[in-house]
T-cell receptor, first 113, second 113 residues
Framework: DADVTQTPRNRITKTGKRIMLECSQT?????MYWYRQDPGLGLRLIYY???????NKGEISDGYSVSRQAQAKFSLSLESAIPNQTALYFC????????????FGPGTRLTVT | GNSVTQMEGPVTLSEEAFLTINCTYT??????LFWYVQYPGEGLQLLLK?????DKGSNKGFEATYRKETTSFHLEKGSVQVSDSAVYFC????????????FGSGTRLSIRP
């Protein structure tokens, strides 16, 4: 079984709809992240959480919100989806300390029409 | 601030060719450096890393040397295979309790049989 799972893997939604992307991990890591990937722009950090009670904005948090329901679960919500939020979304986890290796989920391809 | 610049793609090579993907960085402090790889339809995974100057990271025939004097971490492989076709991301992190990894924009590599 994969260490980091994301649901759904693909989603098409309409402008103005609320949508939630879910992430679960079995690595036991405290740190979790949501990224957005657009062609030619690499990965941009949306939100991150260093433990269950810690939520922080990344570089592009406008239009998004998150919920850390448990150590293993970190959800990303789009309250009112718009077409320029069409992208590939990745969840990742990492352990604390100097290794900093990030473990990524397989991604969610979101299309907003 | 901290940033990563890597060569734009796509890079197209024939099988068994020599590969170099350039990466330079700007950092306040002493970063750890990484190369991540993203195969089609998958999330990113760590390829190799180096945590201090002159360290060489290596994995799967790929190598990169942490060059502090030129602020570079170029990825090389002596003989590429079709299975190496992927997107490659250079990344850095500067250690602190609130550290977050910073990714370059990615370089798409295609290998012709």
């Amino acid at each position: 079984d994969a260490d980091v799972t994301q649901t759904p893997r693909n989603r098409i939604t309409k402008t103005g709809k609320r949508i939630m992307l879910e992430c679960s991990q079995t690595k036991g890591h405290d740190r979790m992240y949501w990224y957005r990937q657009d062609p030619g722009l690499g990965l941009r950090l949306i939100y991150y959480s260093f433990d269950v009670k810690d939520i922080n904005k990344g570089e592009i948090s406008d239009g998004y919100s998150v919920s850390r329901q448990a150590q293993a679960k970190f959800s990303l919500s789009l309250e009112s989806a718009i077409p320029n939020q069409t992208a590939l979304y990745f969840c990742a986890t990492s352990p604390p300390g100097p290794t900093y290796e990030q473990y990524f989920g397989p991604g969610t391809r979101l299309t907003v029409t | 601030g901290n940033s990563v610049t890597q060569m734009e793609g796509p890079v197209t090579l024939s099988e068994e060719a020599f590969l170099t993907i350039n990466c330079t960085y700007t950092a306040t402090g002493y970063p750890s450096l990484f190369w991540y790889v993203q195969y089609p339809g998958e999330g990113l995974q760590l390829l190799l890393k180096a945590t201090k100057a002159d360290d060489k990271g290596s994995n799967k025939g790929f190598e990169a040397t942490y060059r502090k004097e030129t602020t570079s971490f170029h990825l090389e492989k002596g003989s590429v295979q079709v299975s190496d076709s992927a997107v490659y991301f250079c990344a850095l992190i500067v250690y602190s309790s609130a550290s977050k990894i910073i990714f370059g924009s990615g370089t798409r590599l295609s290998i012709r049989p």
